[in-house]
């Protein structure tokens, strides 16, 4: 798991400090959801996807590292990952996940190599 794996450096059009919540999500072939939450703490970015009746309404996190395009004007965050890799990915709980380090690791492991495993 690398630190680039939970930035936003590689994401063009992302604004430092930017507020993502309510944006809309889209994966490499198709919609996913919306962002309910995100952070932006260096080293340690991501955001939480709501992805409604598509998945029965899990939230999927997805490490910053993950978001390739931001456009503000459109209020969408485009991800590097495919709908079954996002569909596939750990459980997220945020009552349970939020500050756990060996989430974050699960997380950083499936999404880690460039392709979801």
């Known amino acids: 798991m690398?630190?680039?794996m939970w930035g936003y450096e590689g994401a063009e059009g992302y604004?430092?400090?930017a507020d993502l919540t309510g944006y809309r999500?889209?994966?490499t072939d198709g919609h996913i959801g919306k962002v309910d939450k995100?952070?932006?703490d260096v080293g340690a970015g991501y955001i939480v996807v709501d992805t409604g009746p598509w998945i029965f309404g899990?939230?999927?996190l997805l490490p910053a590292g993950t978001v390739t395009r931001v456009?503000?004007?459109e209020k969408t965050v485009w991800v590097n990952?495919?709908?079954d890799e996002v569909k596939n990915s750990p459980e997220y709980d945020k009552d349970k996940h939020a500050d756990d380090p060996a989430y974050r690791q699960q997380v950083g492991g499936y999404y880690?190599?460039?392709t979801a495993v």
């Open 2 to 4: 690398t630190e680039a």
């Open 15 to 17: 604004a430092a400090g």
């Open 25 to 27: 999500v889209e994966a």
């Open 38 to 40: 995100h952070t932006v």
């Open 58 to 60: 899990r939230e999927v």
């Open 71 to 73: 456009d503000d004007q």
């Open 81 to 83: 990952r495919t709908q």
């Open 112 to 114: 880690g190599n460039g």
